[in-house]
């Protein structure tokens, strides 16, 4: 139960971080490092989520069955592929 508490954590604060830039965005100031900030911490909490939920589906979660593996890929891939982390 700790370890899915820990996993709603990160995914709260992930949104949060990415609600404030959106909303300053929306008054048009500069959001440079809101921006950053969410992308960097939301990356990573992406990746850390996704692995532990692999880990918790045990070794189907390594394979296609389930889609947990394919959200892992993706949150590897966005962790690389776009600047600020």
Known sequence: KLKLAEMAT???AARLL???AAKLAEMNKNIIKEASMA???SSKAAVEIT???VQIHGGIGYTDVYSVERYMR???????????S
């Open 18 to 20: 990415t609600y404030n």
């Open 39 to 41: 992308k960097a911490f």
């Open 74 to 84: 993706d949150a590897k891939f966005f962790m690389i592929g776009g600047g600020t």
């Open 10 to 12: 990160k995914l709260q």
């Open 51 to 53: 692995s532990e939920a």
